[in-house]
């Protein structure tokens, strides 16, 4: 069961926005969220909005057809031009995320991709990736991807181990993974990332180690590396919760954090987001630091949200609704916010603190101005960049992120 | 429905022989506020149509709970439809009783305020701890005693065997004890016959000096207090002076009269009446039940007797939830004080729990009822601290110290502490007795004696000390017996015990709130459990938190809850900002309703799991 969305107030009919969404764009990147909501079967632990052929027979009609799905993402491609305007930016990155977005033939993706070169232009030096599942792709798929323009891929590999792979509903084989990456690296993709989980029930230390060594060895130049969450309403919580699986303590996940940290530096990639190391500047998740920065991004497809100058807004979750809605020429838009000053100074601490180059003091007031003091005393906040203005967390801070976060906001 | 008869004899010009003073006394649900309604009903006072449940009953809270907190009493004509009187228009003063053990004092001003009282005891049930006890008062009061049966109706009405109970009780045959269903109103015109047959009429000096018993007072916020009262000897008039014995203090009669069931101003009242009179006053305090009303001018020189001063029993700390709600507590503490001269407050300031108010009670009930009208009637989000007793401290150097806090427990060189003891009387069936007497033991019960009641029903008498009964004793005696067990108890003075105050330290200071006065061979059991209990309910903080329990510097138990080593979301991604910044404000907002207490972070939940009387003293009625 997908996760809920948030409350928020209506979006109007044609998605118009507010004017002063669009005041300074040209100074903001623009990227692209492409959602695309179908798996072959639900993995026990996700909450994303996704959809299996199963859970859409009846519900949805054609509409919800995975084999319609790019004409009708198309559709709110050519929405957004409506919208933003004459906004001149050129798109800086699109990322294609699901879901499984190699469920879909891989000509469905770069049609998608084609659409936004049409109504917008992809900048000179545009980073393109999509999500891919080990299994879903071979040398043909990966290359058609890459002539259409995709130039980073990243695979959910999320543990080496069959045993934690099964835990997770994983169906791919343990080693199928590293051959992609090779694959893709064939296939010309300059960036190649792979996504790991820790802290899976069942997983140990060494299970772990082996995970990031099997995923260094395959040669990405990016690793994310996730704590698993046990979100509310997924399969694994009710496994948890009837006691079938154990759950894994939070001390577990910050040992499994330290070996990540200490195994990934030592080959070479550095922590630039809290969850994400890359072995150079340009191996980077530029559209993840659009999200990080506070940056406009147009999210298309069920459930996507999207963020445009302090407005954010989200669009119905289920493909079929979604669908029905671009077919009746209004926008799939289900709720939006606007964020005060105060909103977003708070989501620029909670967003800034969690990358390399940290938040700068200059955000907080005299209140979180003494927290973060303290929180330089305890050994949360690294001094050389503190003296220079900035807070930027500790390995130990790292691990407490969100304390911190609480304190610095007030 | 029979009319008012006709000739109803007027207030200050009834003969007394013509007047019946009675109360009545029963358990919770045995129905006296139904049979109450029904002799409204049939003596004409309340139309039908005006008629709605319980109408005696004013307040919400004893509507809804089933219970009088305050009495009334209400002029009803009657006249007989048999026997001596018959014909003859008679007043009945039905004084209402409050039906708790808190109340016992207020219950015996009301008995003495009659010459008789109608024992009702439901007939499926039988006769409950606390009409028992009331029955002894009343029996001591010397009162006319008219056994009742209600709920005949019932299927499960066991009138024979009950009727049998009573009799042995009051030393009556089984056949006197009437038979009545206050729903259905059947034997309700017999038993006020019987009321007139029965209870004497009352005796008093027509022309001597003034002097009116009170037996209760009530604030009301567009009158002032309105005073009941029971003229015992001469008359008041209206715009008379009058004096309160005991103070001295003198009040003009602005209005005086009786309730039929409103108040009916009159001329006055006159001897062996009862009434209501009304001065201005604004404060149940300069109208104190017990105490004798006399007039200012040739009043009477020698009280009546039995006037004591309302003395709390059971003190807990009040704390606003939000510590910008304390001037409305206090606030709120002072309306309900109008109203209740036995509850006494000052202010008090917790450590961990700011500003409040440590409140003395007469008992558990009270206490409840005064914590759910602030709540409810004043909108105020409390912590009720654990309740406990007054402790009497004598030092070695003699000096002596009363504890009403258990963190004022003084230290150093400890002579003697006393503590209340109550005697307490349980009414059970018999299956229970071994329960009983277990539970008692381990509440450091002395046994007094045990006498059956009947064949299966057994009242069994312990004197405990008042600081068992006030923590969960009465739900314990609830699950042992499945619920058939009562309880009733008096204060009968102090003990001598081997009492010790436990604290509890968080990471090395000592939090007042936590402080409790135990018995030396409770302590430890105590600090396991409340240290155990908070390791669970504070969160993990950013460095180690021991908890301790200590009797002075004596450490007895100990837990760590260890430092938080994680507090990061994995994932921060396009669809989890809106997320993530919410679930930041709510932690925000969970963050403010943690107390700092030293460093630690405790939340205001760990406060009220671990204080409240939640667990124990709420459900008793």
Known sequence: MPSALPDGEPVPDDGALPAHALAGAAERPLGFYLHVPYCATRCGYCDFNTYTATELRGTGGVLASRDNYAGTLVEEVRLARKVLGDDPRPVRTVFVGGGTPTLLPAGDLVRMLAAIRDEFGLAPDAEVTTEANPESVDPAYLETLREGGFNRISFGMQSAKQHVLKILDRTHTPGRPEACVAEARAAGFEHVNLDLIYGTPGESDDDWRASLDAAIGAGPDHVSAYALIVEEGTQLARRIRRGEVPMTDDDVHADRYLIADETLGGAGFDWYEVSNWATTEAGRCLHNELYWRGADWWGAGPGAHSHVGGVRWWNVKHPGAYAAALAGGKSPGAGRELLSDEDRRVERILLELRLLEGCPLSLLKPAGRAAADRALTDGLLESGPYADGRAVLTLRGRLLADAVVRNLVD | ?621
């Open chain 2, 1 to 621: 429905m029979p009319a008012t008869p006709n000739n109803v004899p007027e207030p200050s010009r009834t003969d007394p022989a013509l007047i019946r003073n009675f109360c009545i006394i029963a358990h919770i649900d045995h129905g006296k506020s139904t049979l109450a309604d029904r002799m409204l009903q049939l003596t004409g006072v309340v139309e039908q149509r005006q008629m709605r449940a319980q109408y005696l009953d004013r307040m919400d809270i004893e509507r809804e709970r089933g219970i009088t907190i305050k009495s009334q009493a209400v002029r009803l004509p009657w006249a007989p439809t048999e026997g001596p009187g018959q014909g003859s228009t008679h007043i009945l003063n039905m004084i209402d009783t409050p039906g708790h053990v808190d109340f016992t004092y207020e219950v015996s001003r009301s008995l003495a305020a009659c010459e008789g009282t109608v024992l009702l005891v439901d007939a499926a049930q039988g006769i409950e701890a606390q009409t028992l006890a009331n029955l002894y008062l009343a029996m001591e009061n010397d009162l006319t005693i008219v056994p009742v049966l209600n709920k005949i109706d019932l299927p499960a009405a066991q009138p024979e065997k009950f009727s049998e109970e009573l009799a042995n009780l009051i030393g009556c045959q089984p056949e006197d004890v009437l038979k009545v269903s206050a729903k259905t109103g059947v034997g309700v015109d017999a038993l006020l016959d019987r009321v007139v047959k029965d209870v004497p009429a009352p005796v008093g000096v027509a022309d001597a000096p003034a002097r009116a018993m009170i037996f209760d007072s009530v604030y009301d916020s567009y009158r002032g207090v309105v005073t009941y009262v029971r003229v015992v000897d001469g008359q008041l008039n209206k715009r008379e002076r009058i004096k309160m014995m005991s103070t001295g203090a003198t009040h003009e009669l602005l209005e005086i009269g009786v309730s039929s069931p409103e108040m009916t101003p009159a001329d006055g009242i006159g001897v062996g009446e009862v009434g209501y009179i009304i001065t201005g006053v604004k404060d149940v305090r300069q109208s104190k039940v017990g105490d004798t009303i006399t007039s200012l001018h040739n009043g009477a020189t020698v009280a009546l007797g039995g006037y004591k001063d309302p003395k709390p029993m059971v003190f807990s700390g009040l704390y606003p939830l939000d510590g910008s709600e304390y001037p409305d507590l206090r606030e709120a503490l002072d309306k309900l004080q109008l109203n209740d001269a036995a509850l006494v407050y000052e202010p008090e300031t917790s450590a961990a729990l700011g500003f409040g108010f440590r409140v003395g009670f007469l008992g558990l009930l009270h206490l409840d009822v005064i914590r759910e009208r602030l709540e409810r009637e004043f909108g105020l989000d409390l912590i009720a601290t654990a309740p406990n007793v007054v402790y009497r401290v004598v030092m070695e150097d003699g000096s002596e110290h009363t504890v009403t806090n258990p963190s004022e427990f003084p230290e150093g060189k400890i002579s003697d502490v006393y503590e209340p003891v109550v005697r307490a009387t349980i009414l059970a069936p018999s299956e229970f007795i071994g329960a009983i007497m277990e539970l008692c033991q381990t509440r450091r019960g002395t046994l007094l004696g045990m006498d059956y009641l009947s064949e299966d029903r057994v009242e069994i008498r312990y004197t405990l000390p008042l600081a068992e009964i006030v923590f969960d004793f009465f739900d314990q005696l609830k699950s042992k017996t499945r619920g058939y067990a009562s309880l009733d108890y008096e204060p009968t003075g102090e003990q001598s015990s081997s009492l010790v105050k436990v604290d509890i330290l968080l990471h090395g200071d000592k939090v007042d709130a936590f402080s409790a006065v135990t018995h030396k061979d409770a302590a430890y059991a105590y600090g396991v459990r409340l240290v155990a209990k908070l390791r669970e309910l504070i969160p993990r903080q950013a460095f180690e938190v021991p908890i301790q329990a200590a009797i002075g510097s004596r450490v007895i138990a100990r837990e760590t809850i260890r430092a938080i080593r994680k507090d990061v979301l994995a994932k921060c991604y396009g669809g989890d900002i809106s997320r993530k910044r919410k679930l930041l404000e709510k932690q925000k907002e969970g963050k403010k309703r943690m107390k700092m207490v030293g460093s630690v972070e405790v939340p205001q939940e760990a406060f009220i799991a671990v204080l409240s009387s939640d667990d124990s003293a709420t459900k008793k009625k």
